[in-house]
């Protein structure tokens, strides 16, 4: 009998041993983590980025010419003074970093006439005429596509975007009715903000674009007082009707104001 009970506590014993051995070591187990714990996560952030650059890859655009023609007008003094010789000219290279954004570069080209027909600060003894302005413009700036495959099939057939500039306006004055009159050239630093549209005629391929930007443009003759028109009291004779006094129309005490520019371009990427 007793060895029977003898028997019996060995055998408890030798289970329990064995069954809090199992406790102890599932909660090891429970506890090891792999050492990173981050491993996981940095798999599917790499996998999901792979599967994203493969998307950019087979669907999206790369590179892309813009050659199109628009209006540029001007706002304030500058506005009032100037009649626009339209068409302008655009030029620009993009190229996209992904479905979203894209660098772009390129150079915009703009004429516009300012007739003075008074006695003026710059030119007090003749009367100045026509004034031929052009701009050159090279830029570059940042687009950023919408995101719209939440949205109407007609706003995503759109394409729309926003777009910011940073742009160097070179100015050229020129007087072809005045010989005396050297042609004045200089510069300003500006910045362009708006939107555009991008109509797809063969995907991946060719497009028709819209652009619409407003610049903010410090015009080195911005502040200018030659076209600010000489006051009453010194009243002059109109030298196209002796005997006649001037009835002036024109005359602009600065040249002020912003930009406005609509460009439509033939869209050509690869």
Request: charged share 20%; aromatic share 18%.
């Amino acid at each position: 009998m007793k060895l029977i009970f003898s028997l019996f506590i060995l055998l408890s014993f030798s289970c329990w041993g064995q069954g809090g051995a199992n406790l102890f070591n599932d909660g090891d187990e429970d506890l090891q983590v792999g050492g990173d714990i981050f491993q996981d996560f940095n798999e599917d952030l790499e996998a999901t980025q792979v599967m994203e650059d493969e998307r950019f890859y087979r669907y999206s655009r790369f590179f892309g010419i813009n050659l199109g023609l628009g209006t540029t007008t001007f706002t304030d003094n500058r506005g009032l003074a100037y009649e626009d010789n339209d068409p302008s000219y655009h030029f620009s290279l993009i190229y996209f970093l992904d479905f979203q954004t894209a660098f772009v570069m390129g150079l915009e080209y703009s004429q516009h006439t300012m007739f003075i027909d008074t006695f003026v600060v710059g030119s007090p003894d003749e009367i100045i005429g026509a004034v031929v302005t052009s701009f050159l413009r090279p830029f570059f700036g940042y687009r950023y596509y919408i995101d719209t495959s939440d949205l109407g099939t007609a706003i995503t057939y759109s394409n729309p975007y926003f777009v910011g500039r940073i742009e160097y306006w070179y100015q050229t004055n020129e007087f072809p009715e005045e010989e005396g009159l050297d042609d004045e050239n200089g510069g300003g630093l500006g910045t362009g903000v708006g939107f555009g549209l991008e109509f797809p005629i063969e995907l991946k391929q060719s497009y028709f674009n819209i652009e619409f930007l407003y610049h903010f443009v410090n015009y080195f003759d911005k502040f200018t007082d030659d076209y600010r028109q000489i006051p009453d009291d010194l009243e002059r004779d109109d030298p196209n009707n002796p005997g006649q006094k001037l009835e002036s129309t024109y005359g602009y005490d600065d040249l002020r104001g912003g930009s406005l520019t609509i460009m439509m371009n033939y869209h050509i990427s690869w």
